[in-house]
């Protein structure tokens, strides 16, 4: 998988960091020499096909990155755990991400 330096965009360790669409923007903008504008609209154009394609029930695969998942889980019974009372769970669509095994090695090897 190309590494593209999303690894570390801002040069404190904060192992909490979150990556933003902003700072996938601002990658896009460094590495091709897009415009800020251009690269925000691209990562928005990307990510509005994603969830576009899953919104329309098809799987979203990123060779190298992942699998985003959608599911339909039937109803099913459920317990309320403070009285016991039985509760029924309506039908409900769900999506999963299945990382790549590229992306489980990179994560574990930290």
């Known amino acids: 998988m190309a590494d593209l330096g999303i690894a570390r965009l801002n040069n404190d360790a904060d192992a909490n960091a979150t990556l ?3 700072d996938l923007a601002d990658v896009v903008h460094r590495r091709l020499g897009l415009s800020r504008a251009e690269s925000a609209g691209l990562v928005e154009r ?7 394609a899953l919104s329309e029930g098809t799987n979203v695969k ?6 985003f998942i959608l ?3 039937g109803q ?4 309320n755990p403070k009285t016991g009372v039985e509760v029924p769970i309506a039908p409900r669509r769900v999506m ?7 992306m489980r090695d990179r994560i574990a090897k930290g």
């Open 20 to 22: 933003t669409r902003a």
């Open 46 to 52: 990307v990510l509005h096909h994603m969830c576009h």
């Open 62 to 67: 990123l060779s190298g990155f992942g699998t």
């Open 71 to 73: 599911r339909d889980k």
């Open 76 to 79: 099913r019974v459920g317990r």
């Open 96 to 102: 999963t991400f299945r990382a790549s095994q590229i």
